[in-house]
């Protein structure tokens, strides 16, 4: 089914990180572009206007901690990842911008 949420393709065989931990830009890039897609959907706040990646999420758009969850399970669904959530901090959910950047970082190998 497509829709205004289309799936953003991944390539499987590019590493997530570079050699220094930094995210691929790539991998970051298309997460930023998960998070503005599925967070309105995900907190009911679709609107004609895109979402400002700088935006408090919490303060701002009313992200909760349970929103939180479901947003990272959209993304792995959407962006066909899985991701280790175990060290996010509330720093890293800051704005989408933070958050695809911990996304980005925090990406499982599943080998």
Known sequence: MTDAFTEVATDHDTPTTSGDGSPQPDLRGRVEQGITLLLPRVLNQQTADPLPVDAALMEDLGLTSGKTLEL??????????????EDI?????????????????HVVDED
């Open 89 to 105: 901090t509330p720093d890293d959910l800051r704005s989408a911008a933070t958050l695809a950047t911990f996304v980005a970082t």
């Open 72 to 85: 990272i399970l959209e993304l792995e669904d959407h962006l066909d990842i899985q991701i280790d959530v």
